[in-house]
């Protein structure tokens, strides 16, 4: 499975953005996807993850009710729209698939992407 992530960018605090992660090699209704962010300096942390036909997602507390996962499995692409940005929002984001399980380890997850910076200015 490769993953393709991209939609980073330069934002002001309180702005938005939509990331997305492009996959490819395997089916992708049969993968679990997630989202994790890694600030420079510190560990990478799990922000969401969404289930095989999108009915259910999870989140970390840290951005429940501004950030929200979608996919779109006709298209093979998993979404994270960020909402009420702010400056400890800054990381690199990463995607990262399952086809057996999901969860809030970074452990569960066999397939990654290469991140998409996200910077949020004050």
């Known amino acids: 499975v490769q993953l393709q992530a991209s939609g980073g960018g330069l934002v002001q605090a309180g702005g938005s953005l939509r990331l997305s992660c492009a996959a490819s090699?395997?089916?992708?209704?049969?993968?679990?996807m997630g989202w994790f962010r890694q600030a420079p300096g510190k560990e990478r942390e799990f922000v969401g993850f969404?289930?095989?036909?999108?009915?259910?997602?999870y989140y970390a507390d840290s951005v429940k009710g501004r950030f929200t996962i979608s996919r779109d499995n006709a298209k093979n692409t998993v979404y994270l729209q960020l909402n009420s940005l702010q400056p400890e929002d800054t990381a690199v984001y990463y995607c990262?698939?399952?086809?057996?399980?999901?969860?809030?380890?970074?452990?569960?997850?066999?397939?990654w992407g290469q991140g998409t910076l996200v910077t949020v200015s004050s």
């Open positions: 990262a698939a399952d086809s057996q399980q999901i969860g809030v380890s970074a452990r569960l997850y066999e397939y």
């Open positions: 090699g395997r089916t992708f209704s049969m993968l679990y």
């Open positions: 969404i289930n095989r036909n999108g009915g259910s997602t």
